[in-house]
């Protein structure tokens, strides 16, 4: 079957369908099944314009068999239409002549001339080989209606539950929609009470950490203090290993007040050796300082200065004769100022 | 009483041969899908949830198909062949349906179909009053 098509402007368009797309679509379809019975007829090549018109044609037939149909069977006080409504369209479509009309003898539906003509054609066809609509449709009156059924088919009442406002409304109308659809509804404050929580979460948190730096600045001092194996002490402070001994033995000489002062004694000495690379961490560390602590202490910056010192201790930036100068130099001045931290117990108190 | 009972008896024979008929609808398949007329029927107001009776008016619209193409195919064949200038070409000449078929063969249902062969500018361009008229 081929279609030989005249050039011809687009389709044409029915002003009066509600949807073009549905339109277009049936049209199509109508086309193609008007075509195969062409075929069947004995055709095999057709051009569009005639094809068209005769597509036309039968898409009237059907609309003008059921519109008749549904007038009789309205006639007689009926909404469905039953067989003898389609009988009595199909005598009204036809033009028969006057000694064919159905007889009023009998109202049997089989007494009419097209239905008879109807039943020929079928019993003809039968024998012909069966010709359906060789594609395959998609249930397009549902597709698109479903989608518009889901979209007006609102739940009534009944199926969502609810009760209408209003004894006005029947059940079986669809529901309201919800309220939040339509106007703004509170939304639920879950956290109402957390800023001041976090607030004081995250003072307790400094004050951990201000409590976690003061026992190394302690353990520290302790281990300065000890003094007996200076080198090997400044030698081993590495950043995490220093930490953790110093922290367990801080914890057991936590009360030895000796050291806190000390830290304060280093305060110069330790300024003096800085080096580039602790500033900034000595600047992490001074923004993690514990308010209480600076404010005991008053001006001197001492917190960072321990941490730095194991952070120069290990050796990674000096040459090796430097670092022994300094620690010599260091371990001297540390000396002097724990002498001088004795003679001042007043203030070791206050840690 | 005795024409009452036979139109009694013949009423129930037709009413079974129309129930038969029904019953093979349903093993014949119409060329028009049932969704389509079902979707041209619900669109002018018919309403019934059986699908025999779609069939039949879908078997119904076939048969006026089928009856409209068989004209205009008859008045095709009349039409006489063309002159044959291949020599292999036989008499069996394409089978195409043309409009000029199409409205011959309407013209007996009672639908007046006239295609414009050509656009024109005006409504007597080309108009040769003796072969146009018909």
New interface residues.
Partial sequence: MSLERRTHDGERKDPSSSSSSSYEFTHAAAKAAVAQICESVGYNHFKDPPLESLTGFAIQYILQLGKSAASFANLNGRSQCNVFDIVLALEDLSSGEEEERVSLESCSALRSVKLREVIDFVKISDGEEESPFLQTLPRFPVSYDERRKRMMMVPSFVEVGETPPGKHIPLWLPAFPDPHTYKETPMWIERGLDPRGDKIEQARQRRKAERALLSLQRKLVCRISSGGGGDRVWGDMDGGTVKEEIREEAESEEEKVDGVSVVEAFAPALEAARDEDQMAWKQQKKKKKPVGLSKLRGEKKFLGEPLDLTLQMKGEDRPLSLREEDRDDKRRRAEFILRQCMENPADLNQL | MNHGQQ?GE??HE??A??TE??A??M???????D????????????????V??IR??A????????D???D??QHCKARPAPVVKDKKQQKDK??????E??SKA?RE???N?K?PEYFADSPSTGMDPATREE
């Fill in positions: 139109s013949a009423k037709d009413d041969a129309l008929f029904l093979s609808l093993d014949y398949t119409p060329t028009i899908p969704d389509l007329v079902e979707h041209y029927l619900a669109k002018s107001g018919f309403q019934c949830p059986d025999r009776l039949l008016v078997v119904a619209t076939q048969k006026f198909v089928a409209v193409a068989s205009a195919l394409r089978l195409v349906l043309t409009m078929d199409l309407l249902y009672g639908v179909v295609h």
